[in-house]
């Protein structure tokens, strides 16, 4: 689905990581974990398409990332579910605007009213539905976002940090979504430095931890 | 069509999602407003000169007049040996020697009305009209000499050539006028447009994250913009036909004053001025959207 062939980033002139190298292959699992500043937000955008690599190749669905036009890569964004750190919400809209946003950019918007309603009612946001973002909690703000992520019915999923500001009640529903995503089919990838959410996803499905640190990528295996 | 249409009723979601900037819009609306009025006013200053100055061209051209000296010893011998030459001239299609009240009426605006004309030594006009074609002016000029001495043929194309050059000159500025009008709706529209673009940049960035392409972003600012431009620039015609229906209309009978106005197909301009307004504030807030949506994201 999304595979990164030796790449290097830096943000003006430094060198964030090189030679990184990745497959998400379809169905796969994988966890990206590190300390907060290794880069791993930056890892995920150029999966995106929101960054380009300085060096080496991003394939997106088989397309060389780096020769998208503006519309190929929104075309690709409707591919990919993106949970953002920040969840990036329009405060002028209603949850159930946000949320439906992926289809009415994509002139799907009237597709929205018979997914909406179940996809609400799966994040347990059906009476949120009419708040605006700054009224909702940290936790439902990122249900909401990985609602939106999913509405689209993508094949991959990324989430970055969906447990960032979260107990852990509402960590480990967030996680049950995501595995029951996964369970469905679709391609996951998620940023992560909790570690209690790792071990709790590994006992349910077999997932790959990936370790970004001093810009090297490895696999990380027994300690957890 | 289609098109058209799609951007006269819009995506209401799309609306929705990029919020109105109150300060653009009443900017957008009020320099088209603005500027359609100052074209009004000067399209009908234009079409009105070009009227004036057509017709009196024409009138000219087709009339001349003939002087005869001022000396009320052989006054009345001269104008009959003039009448004769001028009858006998071909192309000429009719001869008239102004009577007294006329030659009055003439100096009226010059002299006021009390002049006593017939102590004064006032030079016999005569009125010519001829039909052009077998016409000879340098022919009758030369006959007149021979048999009415003193007596000045002004055939007006003296009076002909700079009053259209005028004409010409009072409609190329007008024009000129109209184009810089356009340019500066073009530029406002720009400024307004890259302000709101700008202004909504964390709402373009969040759009284009979920998947949205440029031209469906861009379409909720061109959309905003041409309908403000066009619903301004009809505000701005209505206006300035009102006021140019406020000034001085001329009889019809007189071609020296005609209102100042539009008259036939003239109509067609300042009704076009809305839809032009349109088309400029379409293609300037597309260019600055999209050149604004590449640097931006
Ligand atoms: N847009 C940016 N411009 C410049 N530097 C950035 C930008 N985004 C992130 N960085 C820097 O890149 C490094 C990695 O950031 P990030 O990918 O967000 O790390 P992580 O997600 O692992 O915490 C940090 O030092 C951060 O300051
Ligand atoms: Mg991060």
Redesign the pocket.
Known sequence: MIELENVSYG??GQT?FSHISLTLAPGSFHFLT??????????L?LCYADLRANKGKVRVFGQDAGALNRDEVAMSRRRIGVVH?DCQFLDHLSIAENIALPLTVSGRGHEAAQNLHELLNWVGLGPQANQRPPELSGGERQRAALARAVIVSPDVIIA??PTGNVDWEMSQRLLSLLIELNKMGKTILI?THDLAMIRAAKSDISARVLR?KDGQLVQAGAEL | MRALLELMLGDPQADRAVPQTGMTVRLTVFVAAVMAFLAVITLAVSFTTNRVASLWAADLAQSATLRLPADPATADALLLSALDVLETTPGVTRVRALSQDEQQALLEPWFGPDLPLDALPVPQLIEIVTDGDDYDVEGLRARLSAQVPGAILDDHTAWRAPLLDAAARVRLIGWSVIVLIGATVAAMITLAAQAALAGNARIIAVLRLVGAKDAYIARAFVRRFTLRAAGGALVGVLIGLGVVSLMPQGDATSSLLLGVGFEGAEWVWPLLIPVLAAIVAFFATRAAAFRRLREQT
Do not use: H, I, N, V
């Not at chain 1, 590190?34 to 890892?43: D, I």
């Open positions: 943000y003006g964030l590190g300390p907060s500043g290794a880069g791993k937000t930056t890892l955008r750190q970055d940090e940023a970004l």
